[in-house]
């Protein structure tokens, strides 16, 4: 298998195009059918996708498979990590006001930091206490393969991030049917609602969800301060790099050291930019957004396909305790500085 991906590498881009394409052409195939089972059942694709990649794990090392696996793990999961740059603008981020941006930023900040905390004392790797940390506190499954991308990359890290994106989405599922409820019975104002469920629910489908749940005003505060924990990715992923830099100095060869700026950030950065500017018409937008999620539902198959059933058994009790501590860790700042506004502003 080392020999064959070795020999795959340095095919002409022409050549190894064509040995990719069954592989990410059953990629594909997969992201469809949970696209299209979410679409009957609820959920999201992502999940759908990642437990039948799973199914096809056997399918991962096999010659005819593995290039496009490879592929679509890789190159295509940070393309559509990049494009999610689109649908954000500086506009929208400044209407929030600057006690609502300055909680959002404090709540992703600590949550990160909590993280890397907890993971230390439970006796966990660092990195799997910042893929936990960094999911939690900006946008899910998508923040996870993200900062993983910038990680030294091992068959240790691949299994962290599988769990990490599980227990990420298992969570947000539940976050997405509980914090209405929460908000509700809080009788939280709209705005202060949209301030708890945009700030503390991992995935940007769900926040929209659980926000119009409750009426267009909430969900529309909900979907912008979401969106506001989306646009520190990049930061936070150009922190990590430079921290495991840093971390690994010169033990590691400069050809494995994650790269300082990666280009799906750059990426990122330009399309928020060119949004921001308006130079991204409407059906571009729409576009955009919807091949960012394609590209993800399909990275996220090959994941699935990478990693085995029995891997995901072994992450333990420990990295549960991990992303529940996280998770209920923003989610009670994000509330409590929604109860807190009202009390500023009654």
């Given amino acids: 298998m080392r020999s064959m991906m070795l020999r795959y590498m340095r095919m002409p881009a022409w050549q190894s195009w064509g040995l990719a394409l069954p592989g990410a052409g059953l990629c594909v195939l997969i992201a469809m059918a949970a696209s299209f089972v979410a679409s009957l059942q609820g959920g999201t694709p992502m999940l759908y996708a990642l437990l039948f990649g799973t199914a096809l794990h056997y399918l991962h090392a096999e010659v005819r498979t593995a290039p496009g696996v490879r592929f679509c793990a890789g190159t295509l999961l940070r393309l559509g990590v990049g494009l999610l740059g689109a649908r954000i603008t500086l506009s929208q981020i400044a209407a929030l006001g600057w006690p609502t941006v300055l909680i959002t930023i404090l709540g992703a900040a600590s949550t990160l930091l909590a993280g890397v905390a907890l993971a ?35 068959a240790e890290r691949e299994r962290e991030t599988l769990s990490v994106v599980v227990l990420a989405t298992l969570l947000s599922t539940v976050a997405m049917l509980a914090y209405p409820l929460a908000a509700s019975f809080l009788h939280l104002p709209p705005a202060l609602a949209g301030l708890f469920i945009g700030g503390s629910i991992h995935d940007v489908a769900q926040v929209v969800v659980a926000g119009y749940a409750l009426g267009n005003e909430t969900g529309d505060a909900a979907s912008v301060v979401k969106l506001l924990r989306v646009s520190l990715l990049a930061l936070v992923v150009m922190g990590v790099a430079l921290a495991f830099r840093q971390r690994g100095g010169a033990a590691l060869p400069a050809s494995s050291r994650p790269p300082l700026v990666p280009g799906f950030v750059l990426l ?65 700042l994000m509330l409590g500085g929604a109860l807190w506004l009202r009390m500023e502003n009654p």
């Fill in 268 to 332: 990122f950065l330009a399309m928020a930019a060119w949004h921001s500017l308006g130079l991204l018409p409407v059906p571009l937008q729409a576009g955009l957004g919807q091949a960012s999620q394609a590209c993800l539902t399909v990275g996220v198959a090959a994941l699935g396909m990478k990693t085995s059933f029995l891997e995901l058994t072994r992450s333990g009790r420990r990295t549960a305790l991990l992303m529940g501590f996280t998770t209920a860790w923003i989610g009670f």
């Fill in 120 to 154: 230390r004392r439970l006796r966990l790797p660092a990195s799997l206490g910042v893929l936990a940390g960094g999911a939690t506190a900006i946008c899910g499954a998508s923040a996870a393969m993200a900062i993983a991308a910038v990680l030294p990359q091992s």
